[in-house]
């Protein structure tokens, strides 16, 4: 038996849910452990791959757009504190066709919360993108202060700071926990024994697999395939500001403009098929790399014949309806879950945090769409 140490709280899983949750317990002078198996961002974590879309926009969901203001904030303070400019203020376009109910709401929405946005028409939109194809486009919603967190360095960084504010980070995979109503350690792979008041299990897309009997049919991990296309040399009309992260709506399709000499980014939101995040392939398909270059194609017609220049095969780690996953065990009572990021997750690390650190310590509300009771076996999504 290795070594046994006592913390308040035992984070398990180096995403950006652990990470966050890790440096805010350590903020306020917890003893935390943080338990990774991989390596924060790792090639196979959902926080893996270089950048993720900030934007305030969710329709009529309040409660994600007060939360992605908030967490842009506690992003852009650790980012200016620990001197690292990983957040990209590129600006978000959303577009819409005829079906442009959720643009209105999001107009709305964003109007209620007080965030800073401008109504495009389609002659604006024309003017202001000409390397856009408009083909079906009626209108858009631009947020010029939203834009791109350079995702896998910046789980580093914010892992790297826990560390620094008192956080013990280690490499290891943590077996499963067992019950039955409050678990005094957890053991690792290598037979270490770390015992805690607390374990948050932070785990993503591997929550089914720890946790077989509550969450296996809870916690659904689809394959999601990502685009790189490479930009005609000397081209700036696909970089910012020319091009800000975009969305077009209808069509399930979302991107970013050429950051750091990568190329264009595009990738289908639809979700894939269910995968294991340990063994499925990191491979593009075929199918889909036609579907993507045909789109390319349509909305980007001067990267007609733009090679792929980089790949990537995440998955996402859906809920039933797309709400995050903060509980407690049903059983275990010291035992909690974080996650359920549903393809939207990564932009709300910093609140996830806070919210799973007053949950635990300040006996907060919880809020009643994170609890695992409203976590369906079937799929319906809600939350874009
Ligand atoms: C292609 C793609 C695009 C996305 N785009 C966006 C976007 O633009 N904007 C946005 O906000 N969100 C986006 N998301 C969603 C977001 O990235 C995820 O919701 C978020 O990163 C999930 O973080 P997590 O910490 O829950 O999971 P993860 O990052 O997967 O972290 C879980 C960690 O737990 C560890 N772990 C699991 N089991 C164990 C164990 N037994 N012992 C020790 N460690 C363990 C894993 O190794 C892993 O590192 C996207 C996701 C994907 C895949």
Redesign the pocket.
């Known amino acids: 038996m290795g070594i046994q140490n006592k913390y308040d709280v035992a984070v398990?899983?180096?995403?950006?849910?652990?990470?966050w949750t890790a440096w805010h317990l350590a903020k306020r002078g917890q003893r935390v452990a943080l338990?990774?198996?991989?390596?924060?961002?790792?090639s196979?974590?959902?926080?893996?791959?270089e950048?993720?879309?900030?934007?305030m926009g969710y329709g009529a969901d309040e409660l994600y757009t007060r939360w992605s203001k908030k967490s842009l904030k506690q992003w852009k303070e650790f980012f200016a504190a620990t001197r690292q400019p990983l957040f990209l203020e590129t600006g978000v376009l959303w577009m819409a066709g005829d079906d442009d109910k959720r643009l209105e709401q999001t107009s709305t929405t964003l109007k209620r919360c007080g965030v800073e946005f401008e109504e495009l028409n389609r002659s604006t939109l024309a003017k202001r993108y000409p390397q856009i194809g408009l083909d079906a486009i009626k209108r858009g919603i631009f947020e010029p202060k939203s834009g791109v967190?350079m995702?896998r360095r910046a789980?580093a960084a914010v892992v790297e700071d826990a560390v620094r504010l008192g956080a013990e980070y280690r490499c290891?995979?943590?077996?499963?926990p067992r019950g039955p109503s409050r678990v005094e350690h957890i053991t690792?792979s290598r037979g270490e024994r770390i015992t805690a008041g607390e374990f948050v299990?932070?785990?993503?897309?591997?929550l089914g697999?720890?946790f077989p009997d509550v969450l296996g049919s809870r916690i659904f991990p689809s394959r999601?395939e990502?685009f790189f296309f490479g930009i005609p040399a000397g081209d700036t009309r696909f970089a910012p500001p020319a091009l800000p992260t975009w969305l077009f709506q209808e069509d399930l399709v979302?991107g970013m403009p050429d950051i750091e000499g990568r190329g264009l980014k595009i990738?289908f939101d639809e979700h894939g098929e269910r995968v294991d995040?340990d063994t499925q392939s990191r491979i593009v398909s075929l199918a889909m790399t036609d579907a993507v270059k045909k789109y390319v194609t349509r909305r980007f017609p001067a990267l007609k014949d733009a090679p792929i220049v980089e790949t990537?095969v995440?998955?996402?780690?859906n809920t039933s309806n797309g709400d995050l996953l903060i509980d407690r065990h049903p059983e275990m009572e010291n035992v909690w879950f974080?996650?359920?990021?549903?393809?939207?997750?990564?932009?709300?690390?910093p609140i996830v945090g806070e919210y799973v650190t007053a949950r635990l310590f300040d006996g907060a509300q919880a809020e009643a769409r994170l609890s695992l009771g409203t976590k369906a076996t079937a799929q319906r999504r809600a939350v874009y």
């Open positions: 398990i899983g180096a995403g950006v849910f652990g990470a338990i990774e198996a991989y390596g924060p961002a790792h196979r974590a959902s926080s893996g791959g950048s993720r879309i900030i934007r967190l995702a789980v290891a995979q943590v077996m499963n690792t299990f932070a785990c993503g897309p591997w697999k720890v999601q990502v979302y990738a995040p990537r995440c998955q996402y780690e974080v996650g359920g990021g549903s393809g939207h997750g990564f932009k709300h690390g």
